[in-house]
Every structure is written in C-alpha cells, then in structure tokens.
C-alpha cells in the first residue's frame, strides 16, 4: 500500500500569514505544510505538500495521485465552490479525499457553502485552522492502518 499523503493547497493560499489574518490566521504555509510534514512522519507516512493558483496544475497532480498515494488531504480554495473539474479529477483518482478549510466557510458569505469536493469527501474539516490539517492526516493515519 502506497505510504504517501498528498496535500494540495488551491489559490491564494500562498499569501497566509499576510492575507486577512483576522479570517486566516498568522500562520505561513510554509508553517503548515512544516506540520504536515511532522504529523505525517510521527504516523510512518510521506507528505508530498503543494500549493498553485492554476487549476489545471493542481488536477495533474489529482490525476497523478492515483496508485501513488495513499490519500489526498485538500484545501481547494475558492475551487471548492467553482470547479466541477476538479471535483471529478479527484473521483477518478480513486484516491479517499478529506477536505480541510482553515476558516468555517459556514460563517461566511453564501456563496462558501457550497462545495464541489464535500460530497465526494471522506470527511470534511473547517474552521480549525491549520489544526485541521494535522487531524486529516491523523484520521488517515487511523483509516489506513496495517
């Protein structure tokens, strides 16, 4: 069984830490994706952590995921609500998918509730900042046990 966990980060996320902080927190994603790497570690996987703000980079790296890995933990973004394309790059990945927001989408404009990934999704995590992260890597850490 592949022991690697792919973690995509959608646009816009390369400006945490100076982008609206009061709604997405002082962290870097330079720091989360440092947590991710920590937390994927302490449970015996790889983490592969990547961040673009071009759509069709980011279903390549959905589709190259297949066999390859072992989950995908994503932060689509402003995709979540817009991209049926990358909603059906992660199905035909057969790869389990949880989705990880860092604020509660739920709490914020209409247009955030809706999501593309969430009905496909293992599980969904918003509002917990980066600590939702490094529960979606603990949950497949549990889900994928030997």
Not at 19 to 41: F, M, N, V
Not at 73 to 102: F, K, M, Y
């Amino acid at each position: 069984m592949p022991r690697t966990l792919l973690v995509l980060n959608g646009p816009n996320l390369n400006m945490l830490g100076t982008r609206e902080p009061a709604t997405y927190g002082h962290e870097t994603l330079a720091d989360i994706a440092e947590l991710c790497r920590h937390s994927a570690e302490q449970h015996g996987f790889e983490c592969q952590f990547l961040q673009t703000n071009h759509e069709g980079e980011l279903i390549n790296w959905i589709h190259e995921a297949r066999g390859r890995c072992a989950g995908i933990v994503i932060n689509p973004a402003a995709w979540t609500h817009t991209s049926v394309a990358i909603r059906d790059a992660l199905v035909a990945s057969e790869v389990p998918v949880i989705e990880v927001h860092l604020s509660n989408v739920h709490k914020r404009e209409a247009f955030r509730h809706h999501s593309f990934v969430s009905a496909i999704a293992v599980g969904v995590i918003c509002g917990l900042g980066s600590n939702g992260y490094r529960l979606a890597i603990e949950h497949f850490a549990h889900l994928l046990q030997d």
